[in-house]
């Protein structure tokens, strides 16, 4: 595997210009120019579409408490309606909102002493008997400091600490009211404690769930306030080419060359494959998902204007897949990078997004050994595709 991705990394090209493209290809770090705005999210249209999670002084209905046991309260300080949890004992405690989400951006603040224990934020959780199980932002007053850190509770523990990011542990306050902001738009999430970034991490294992706020096991006591919501929507992944066993083919893509149909998928035939997605990812935070096996050669997969530039060429080797089932490539693009992975391990460092719709085509030569199985694409949800469109291209 390791041997593998190396050579992936080594074989990811930028395509600049023409003249680039006649020459030859730049090195995969050549910047390509200024990624595209990435501050959709905190444009007026987004900021207009906020709720606040509490109205009142009663815990909002359909709320529940699992864990613990603990202590949650809802009141009305200096005109600001704080969410109060406490508790001491020997299990954590999760005041939940049922409501699922996808994608969302979530603001709030957060006040815990130094001595006042452990806290966090669960996001697209779910609850399993008494504990929620899912990726949790922390809340730590302790001296480790790591507020703001991606943890996974009851589940793989830390995906992304503060131990390497000195200026997001010195963020946090203990003692103080703390602004905290969590967006999570498809498989990345990102984290910033008092506007200070703490955490920008990709996983694809959850991509909806509930929020919770946790009373952690031992002494606890922690509070928010100014608790609001903005619910970009649940994504909706779109197949473009399968052949399932037992289904009907879906085919959305134009498929050229030597492609044989079979009923796992797509083999190359004599004269190679070429695949051309039907239309180009949007502009915005959209992925596509690969399942292929390649026992011989290699595929090549092109991001952007492969001939003209700009854009990228990912040439993927032999192995991929196995006797268990097929290979996974996944290529994500936000408005201001691009991310690939193979089998979830990533390429870095990723190239820089490029502005405008982005063509994909998928290409094998004549020989090569391999077998596309399914791809699916991951648009943007309909209330990103509203915002962004109604942001402009202001920056931050």
């Known amino acids: 595997m390791n041997t593998t991705c190396l050579l992936i990394t080594l074989l990811l090209q930028a395509i600049g210009t023409p003249q680039d493209a006649k020459s030859g290809f730049a090195p995969m770090l050549e910047s390509l120019g200024e ?28 709320w529940k408490v699992v864990g ?9 300080i200096d005109g600001e309606l704080v969410l109060h949890g406490s508790g001491t004992a020997d299990r954590n405690a999760f005041l939940i909102d049922p409501t699922i989400l996808g994608d969302f951006i979530l603001r709030c603040e957060v006040l815990i002493e130094r001595d006042g224990g452990n806290s966090g934020i669960q996001i697209r959780s779910r609850v399993e008997g008494d504990r929620m199980i899912g990726y949790q932002i ?20 830390w995906l992304s600490s ?7 542990r010195a963020a946090f306050v203990p003692g103080k009211w703390n602004r905290y902001e969590v967006l999570a738009v498809g498989p990345r999430i990102r984290t910033w404690v008092n506007g200070v970034p703490t955490v920008d991490h990709i996983d694809f294992v959850d991509d909806r769930g509930m929020i919770g706020f946790q009373v952690h096991s031992g002494d606890c006591d922690v509070s928010w306030r100014r608790l609001e919501l903005v619910d970009l929507g649940i994504r909706q992944p779109e197949v473009v080419l399968s052949r399932d066993v037992g289904g009907d083919p879906t085919q959305t893509m134009m498929v050229e060359g030597g492609a044989i149909p079979d009923q796992g ?5 004599t004269k190679g494959i070429d695949l051309t997605l039907p239309t180009p990812l949007p502009d915005g935070p959209s992925g596509l ?35 268990d089932g097929p290979g996974r490539i ?15 391990v990533p390429l870095e460092p990723g190239p820089p997004d490029i502005d405008g719709p982005l063509p994909i085509r998928i290409r094998a030569e004549p020989g090569v050994g391999a077998t596309i199985h399914r791809i699916v694409e991951n648009p943007p949800t309909t209330v990103e595709r509203e915002i962004i469109n109604g942001s402009g291209s202001t920056d931050e």
């Open 265 to 269: 998928g797509y083999i190359v035939g």
């Open 289 to 323: 998902a690969i399942e292929a096996t390649v026992t011989i050669g290699s595929l090549r997969i092109e991001l952007g204007e492969a001939e003209i530039g700009p854009g990228y060429r990912l040439t993927v080797p032999a192995p991929l897949g196995d006797a």
């Open 138 to 157: 922390e809340i730590d007053p302790s001296p480790r400091a790591w507020s703001g850190g991606l943890y996974d509770e009851s589940r793989r523990g």
């Open 330 to 344: 996944f290529v994500w693009r936000w408005r201001d990078l691009i991310r690939v992975f193979v089998d979830d």
């Open 68 to 76: 613990g046991p603990a202590d949650y309260s809802i009141d009305r």
């Open 162 to 168: 503060l131990a390497d990011n000195l200026d997001g």
């Open 35 to 62: 990624a595209g705005p990435d501050w959709w999210w905190r444009s007026p249209k987004a900021v207009e579409r906020g709720r606040r999670l509490l109205t009142g002084t009663s815990i909002p209905e359909g």
